[in-house]
């Protein structure tokens, strides 16, 4: 329950965040909303149904986003995944400093691997596009525009998780 609660908060920020800043001509400037619920994931969420959680926030990514590779998002967002969760076993993560400086530095992480796996998969990458150059300019504002966001999007799917898995007392019995 709790695993499609999250996929479906996933789901409606994609889908408001993709039009809305199309429309407002900031899509280069959007932060990685799925970025931040993958590290949400990794650090509250056990082994197998996060790996499934990660696999389909990347999907959906990939589906929102349509000029990638189909794949590249999932399988950054998974290998982001799999750092979060060894990491939940050896760090941390408190405060709102703690979240912003996670998110920065997995932001960064992303768009390396990215890089890498468009560099290897994708023939036409670079071309028309500015290439590697223009996705090494990139790198930074986009982990610095994407920071702020961690502790907002920590602190509302911790509420979200606490009002999905609170007990309820049931009328009928």
């Known amino acids: 329950m709790r695993s499609v609660a999250i996929l479906m908060v996933a789901f409606l920020a994609l889908a408001f965040e993709s039009p809305l800043l199309h ?30 959680l990660a696999v389909c926030v990347g999907l959906l990514k990939d589906a929102f986003s349509m000029s990638v590779p189909v794949g590249l998002y999932m399988e950054t967002l998974l290998i982001a995944f799999l750092l979060t969760q060894r990491l939940s076993q050896r ?46 300019s990139a790198m930074l504002p986009q982990a610095l525009i994407t920071a702020p966001f961690g502790p907002v999007v920590f602190w509302l799917l911790e509420r979200f998780d606490g009002f999905i898995t609170q007990p309820r007392e049931s009328g009928f019995l």
Do not use: K
């Open 23 to 52: 429309r407002v001509s900031l899509a280069p400037y959007a932060p990685d909303i799925a970025m931040i619920i993958v590290l949400y994931v990794g650090l509250t969420t056990d082994y197998l149904p996060g790996i499934l």
């Open 91 to 136: 760090l941390s993560v408190r405060g709102p400093v703690g979240v912003m400086s996670l998110t920065a530095v997995f932001c960064v992480g992303c768009s390396l691997v990215e890089i890498v796996l468009c560099l290897i998969f994708d023939q036409d990458f670079g071309i028309g596009r500015g290439g590697t150059g223009a996705a090494f």
